[in-house]
């Protein structure tokens, strides 16, 4: 069975600087994708970023970058220029590809952002 | 795009009445759609997957009889909780993915209160 972890329960950074939200994963399957998804205090789970196993670049979007080291297993989500709106819950999850598309989720990291 | 809704944002009931619960993607089809329980501080959990048109398929020790859903089109899932009780407040989230697409698109949430 997959399985994700997540170091961090909580993180600080100031405003403007960059911050790392670490993510491992564990899955003895070829055949999968990453994500990273965040989620405010108001709830809704918003997508941030995705990389499949066999992408040889690491995804980009914005402001977020997804530091993807296959051997290690890792998955860690670099956020650049950090604003005070980033502050959240950040969720790692994995899939299977032809797992019946279940998300599997870490426990979370809880990001502040600061002045 | 790939924007779910869910309806009701929240709902307050009393014990022993029955909620229903919709999800709708308002711009894609959503061949799969999830449902998922969040307790506070705490990750999803996976409750059921749902494709259209099919049965559900529940995680184990989530009861089928209680938490019923249904996937009648391509975008609409409805999850009804019978006969709530107080254990069963929680926040439900629903989240759907298109066939061939690995990402899945979240909804709001839905915040259960049973008196």
């Known amino acids: 069975a997959q399985k994700i972890t997540q170091t961090q329960p909580g993180m600080f950074v100031q405003e403007k600087e960059a911050v790392t939200l670490d993510c491992t994963y564990d899955t003895s399957d070829q055949s999968y994708g990453l994500f990273w998804y965040k989620q405010p205090s108001s709830g809704e789970m918003i997508f941030l970023i995705y990389?499949?196993?066999?992408?040889?670049q690491n995804a980009t979007e914005g402001r977020y970058s997804l530091n993807f080291q296959k051997a290690r297993k890792s998955a860690n989500l670099v956020i650049s220029a950090s604003q005070l709106g980033d502050s959240a819950m950040y969720f790692c999850a994995m899939v299977l590809t032809g797992g019946g598309n279940k998300l599997t989720f870490g426990t979370g990291t809880q990001l502040k952002v600061e002045l | 795009g790939a924007v779910v809704s869910q309806h009701p944002s929240w709902v307050i009931c009393k014990s022993g009445t029955s909620v229903k619960i919709e999800c709708r993607s308002l711009d894609f089809q959503a061949t799969t759609m999830f449902w998922y329980r969040q307790f506070p501080k705490q990750s999803l959990m996976l409750m059921a997957t749902?494709?259209?048109?099919?049965?559900?398929?529940?995680e184990q020790g989530v009861e089928k009889d209680k938490f019923l859903i249904n996937h009648a089109s391509l975008t609409l899932s409805t999850l009804t909780v019978t006969s709530a009780h107080p254990e069963d407040s929680s926040f439900y989230i629903c989240?759907?993915?298109?066939?061939?697409?690995?990402?899945?698109?979240f909804g709001p949430g839905t915040r259960l209160t049973v008196l």
């Open positions: 990389q499949g196993s066999y992408d040889e």
């Open positions: 749902s494709n259209e048109g099919s049965k559900a398929t529940y």
């Open positions: 989240s759907a993915r298109s066939a061939g697409v690995d990402t899945q698109y």
